[in-house]
């Protein structure tokens, strides 16, 4: 009845040509760029089940890495809407296509890895303002609850500015320093972390060094999209 009462007052247009009854027609969802096959986190070239290359390795790294789409044009739009407008049900729809390549490299990294699966933490103010969180949504379509872990392990500690606000690759990576603290008594062998979408990298690696820090060995991540 809500979502009836929702479509009546804010019917749905397509973002890319404005065709009534969907947020992206099947003609503009053939011009989104989807990722085919995995790459290395840090130099973009094809790996094996976007693990990390060892010549890339770093001590506090990301060990392997998983998108759906390129952060770019009618995606970013999308994206952008369901992110900073608030739109949730553009996200639910977005994330309703199939995606069966990366899905089957998913699944290998899940028999191999055994991982733990967290989405990357919003600060309570920003759940407030936003209403979701959108990691939490991606991880519930791709992974269910089946490895989420016993206890909370990370928390968002400071609410900072929106990264895509500050330019500069060195300036977000100081900019987030700090960000987020370790809560967990657990050591988990293997995280999987869960973002919307990968620009600079900078949140995962800031993820990725707290767990480290506190006995993770495996740092994997998983976005819908990467830029």
């Known amino acids: 009845m809500r979502n009836t009462c929702i479509e009546l007052l ?30 290395c986190f840090y130099c973009n070239k094809p790996s094996l089940m976007g693990l ?55 699944n290998k990294w899940i028999l191999l890895f055994n991982p733990s699966i967290i989405s990357i933490p919003l600060h309570p103010q920003r759940i407030k303002e936003r209403g979701f969180n959108q990691s939490d949504i991606i991880r519930e379509r791709y992974f269910g609850s089946e490895y989420l872990p016993n206890e909370v392990i990370l928390k968002r500690a400071i609410n900072t500015d929106h990264l895509a606000n500050i330019g500069n690759k060195i300036k977000r990576k100081k900019h987030i320093r700090g960000a987020f603290i370790h809560v967990g008594k657990e050591i988990q ?39």
């Open 10 to 39: 804010f019917p749905r247009f397509c973002f890319g040509c404005g065709f009534v009854g969907t947020y992206i027609c099947s003609n503009c969802e053939s011009k989104i760029i989807k990722i085919k096959k995995p790459s």
């Open 52 to 106: 990390t290359h060892p010549r890339c390795k770093q001590k506090y790294g990301i060990d392997g890495h998983m998108a759906l789409y390129k952060y770019d044009g009618l995606f970013k739009k999308l994206l952008h809407s369901s992110k900073y407008q608030g739109a949730y049900l553009v996200l639910k729809e977005l994330l309703s296509y199939p995606q069966e390549n990366i899905s089957k490299e998913i």
């Open 189 to 227: 062998k293997t995280i999987l972390l869960i973002d919307d979408v990968i620009t600079s990298g900078s949140t995962m690696l800031e993820c990725s060094r707290i767990l480290k820090e506190h006995g993770v060995q495996t740092v994997l991540a998983f976005s819908l999209a990467k830029g």
